[in-house]
């Protein structure tokens, strides 16, 4: 079992609708919880992250975390076509080390 | 611009020959990161350096690699031999101490 979950997709929603990502983690101990974007071709950037659980909101992006259920989620309220990227979720383990998980590509259809 | 630059941003080689990448990180960063990324997965972690000390590195990393940062600035990746396999988006990360990691645009190595 992977340390981090995150399904694939593509996932395809009309503009202006809401989003949800989310990934699963495996190991209880994990506190920090980030989601980065990547635009094609592009290297990965930080949106959002959270530490420990609860809900944290920037703009139009919410990150949630569940530490009951091991479960992170990502949500995107009115999206627009420039959110079209592959969102990645990671934790940092005891190293301080990224775990990733494989990215969720994202379209959002005009 | 001041973020993390990479270069070069695209390198075609035939198998077998080797290839050298460079990273400059963000100039106060002390932390530089390599990963690689395939298609559809999250970056693979390599290496990592504080200043010009590599502290760890991936025991998937298998002896064709290797990775300098010589003065603490910037960084070579090298690899010899290349197989197919190795055909993959390299990325360069810093950061300063164990913060937030800011990545560069990578370089997309394809191997025939």
């Known amino acids: 079992q992977k340390e981090v979950e995150q399904d694939p997709g593509p996932l395809s929603v009309p503009e202006g609708a809401i989003v949800s990502l989310n990934c699963t983690y495996s190991?209880?101990?994990?506190?920090?919880f980030m989601w980065y974007r990547q635009y094609s071709r592009k290297g990965p950037e930080l949106l959002m992250y959270?530490?420990s659980s609860g809900n944290k909101e920037d703009g139009r992006f919410t990150a949630q975390v569940d530490k009951s259920s091991k479960y992170i989620s990502l949500f995107i309220r009115d999206s627009q076509p420039s959110d079209s990227a592959t969102y990645l979720c990671?934790?940092?383990?005891?190293?301080?080390?990224?775990?990733w998980g494989a990215g969720t590509k994202l379209i959002i259809k005009p | 611009d001041t973020g993390v630059s990479q270069d070069p941003r695209h390198k075609i080689t035939k198998r077998g020959q080797n290839v050298t990448f460079r990273c400059d990180p963000i100039?106060?960063?002390?932390?530089l990161y390599w990963y690689r990324q395939t298609l559809g997965q999250g970056p693979e972690f390599l290496t990592y350096?504080?200043?010009?000390?590599?502290?760890?590195k991936s025991r998937l990393l298998s002896d064709r690699f290797s990775a300098e940062r010589p003065k603490g600035s910037f960084s070579t990746l090298e690899i010899q031999r290349t197989e197919q396999g190795d055909s993959a988006m390299y990325l360069c990360?810093?950061?300063?101490?164990?913060?937030?990691?800011?990545f560069g645009p990578g370089t997309r190595l394809t191997v025939l």
């Open positions: 990360a810093s950061s300063l101490r164990g913060g937030e990691q800011f």
């Open positions: 100039s106060e960063h002390n932390r």
């Open positions: 350096f504080q200043n010009e000390a590599q502290l760890e």
């Open positions: 190991n209880s101990a994990f506190q920090y």
């Open positions: 959270t530490y």
């Open positions: 990671a934790v940092i383990d005891s190293n301080y080390q990224l775990i």
